[in-house]
């Protein structure tokens, strides 16, 4: 079973839609959980770390689920800017590697 | 805003070369780490540094790969001997502190290595 699986699309929807994605990861144990963002040939960059009560910001919501080891984004009123790779990242706590997911492609068309 | 940076932004070699990828990590940060991308797959997480030395590193950081801070501001990557399947896009990431204290790694843009 993969560390952290993803669906790697990809979505496509018009501005202005909802659209989540989710993640599942393997090891129980993980204490640590992020969304990034990857741009075609750029770097990963930290959308927002995902806290066990869930958390917002702006448009951008996260949940967690420990219990079934899965991990949510939503973006709500998508924009054209949106268009990227989100990319499900967790971290076991024992040390400081980040474990990728594949990434989730969503292009956001007008 | 202070970001880490990377050099070249791209490096072709020939099989069997060495290679360093050179890396400016945000100034005041203590963590060190490469990761690398294979086009169109997962970030590869490499090694991470810490006060001079590896503390971690994954199964692909073989005897071929080593990491350096030859001063206080670079960090870099070399590859003795490099092979086709090298051949990825080199991230390299620092941070103030340790995850585990809520700190995050920043990436630079990445050198993307082509092994002819």
């Known amino acids: 079973r993969k560390e952290v699986e993803q669906d790697p699309g990809p979505f496509n929807v018009p501005e202005g839609a909802t659209v989540a994605f989710n993640c599942t990861y393997s090891?129980?144990?993980?204490?640590?959980f992020f969304w990034y963002r990857q741009d075609c040939r750029k770097e990963p960059k930290l959308l927002m770390s995902v806290y066990s009560s869930g958390n917002e910001d702006g448009r951008f919501t996260a949940q967690l689920n420990r219990a079934s080891q899965y991990i949510s984004l939503l973006i709500r009123d998508s924009k054209l800017s949106d268009s990227a790779t989100y990319l499900c990242v967790v971290n076991t706590g024992k040390t400081d590697k980040l474990i990728f997911g594949t990434g989730t492609r969503l292009q956001v068309f007008p | 805003e202070p970001e880490v940076t990377q050099t070249p932004s791209h490096q072709v070699t020939q099989m069997g070369q060495e290679v360093i990828l050179r890396c400016v990590p945000i100034s005041n940060h203590l963590y060190f780490y490469w990761y690398r991308q294979i086009l169109g797959q997962k970030v590869e997480f490499l090694v991470s540094?810490?006060?001079?030395?590896?503390?971690?590193k994954s199964e692909i950081f073989d005897d071929q790969f080593s990491v350096e801070r030859p001063d206080g501001s670079n960090f870099t990557l070399k590859i003795r001997s490099t092979k086709l399947e090298d051949s990825a896009m080199y991230f390299c990431?620092?941070?103030?502190?340790?995850?585990?204290?809520?700190?995050?790694?920043?990436f630079g843009p990445g050198t993307r290595l082509t092994v002819l």
């Open positions: 990431a620092s941070s103030e502190g340790p995850l585990a204290a809520y700190n995050e790694q920043f």
């Open positions: 540094f810490y006060n001079n030395e590896i503390s971690e």
């Open positions: 090891n129980s144990a993980s204490q640590s």
